[in-house]
């Protein structure tokens, strides 16, 4: 299988400003990574996804950056929102069998 | 569309009962699903991949005798937990790939079973 390490664990961050988090992965046959929100006791959602074609991806306050020969990949969140408060995870997709390994998690909280 | 549902959102069961989780595809087949167990405060661990019409794919030190996965048609997977103890208490989700559109990498999410053994 694949193994996905996730950092930093916790992250506090003043409204307004930006937040990163990174995750590395350790099989290079790996091709898609999405990152996903979650908050306490629901699934999981989607909030943005990079193929390994591609380098970056941005959805408005939302980029995802990914460095293939490094075998990492970012989160960036910028101009942040109370809102954004929430646990995040990234994951990993094992090209072999379709399955996604998931990173440790980010807990997020966006200081008013 | 792409909606997966679970049933049920929450059981209690005693120690050393069985308890089976449904997980089913409302606007789409999926020959692939996949189950996944979280711990409070932890990470989504994936259990095993779910395959329409032959044996579940189990991960590297989950029971396959303990966790029965059937995957019987192109909508449903069902989670059976045999035997259950305390230990067991945990939130399952499943997720699901679109057998309709092959090109696709997402996975689509249940809302997950709260279980606990008592």
């Known amino acids: 299988g694949e193994n996905v390490e996730q950092h930093p664990s916790t992250l506090s961050v003043q409204e307004g400003d930006s937040a990163v988090i990174k995750c590395t992965y350790s099989d290079s046959a790996s091709n898609y990574f999405p990152w996903y929100k979650q908050e306490l006791g629901k699934r999981p959602q989607l909030i943005i996804d990079?193929?390994?074609?591609?380098g970056e991806k941005k959805d408005q306050r939302i980029a995802v950056t990914l460095n293939k020969t490094a075998k990492h990949f970012s989160l960036h969140i910028t101009e942040t929102q109370p809102e954004d408060s929430a646990v995040y995870f990234c994951?990993?997709?094992?090209?072999?069998?379709?399955?996604?390994?998931f990173g440790t998690g980010t807990s997020l909280t966006v200081i008013p | 569309g792409a909606v997966v549902s679970q049933h049920p959102s929450w059981v209690i069961c005693k120690s050393g009962t069985s308890v089976k989780i449904e997980c089913r595809s409302l606007?789409?087949?999926?020959?692939?699903m996949f189950w996944y167990r979280q711990f409070p405060k932890q990470s989504l661990m994936l259990m095993a991949t779910?395959?329409?019409?032959?044996?579940?794919?189990?991960e590297q030190g989950v029971e396959k005798d303990k966790f029965l996965i059937n995957h019987a048609s192109l909508t449903l997977s069902t989670l059976t937990v045999t035997s259950a103890h305390p230990e067991d208490s945990s939130f399952y989700i499943c997720s699901a790939r679109d057998a309709g559109r092959p090109s696709s990498y997402e996975q689509y999410f249940g809302p997950g079973t709260r279980l606990t053994v008592t």
């Open positions: 606007d789409f087949q999926a020959t692939t």
């Open positions: 990079i193929r390994s074609n591609v």
């Open positions: 779910s395959n329409e019409g032959s044996k579940a794919t189990y």
């Open positions: 994951a990993a997709r094992y090209n072999t069998g379709n399955q996604f390994y």
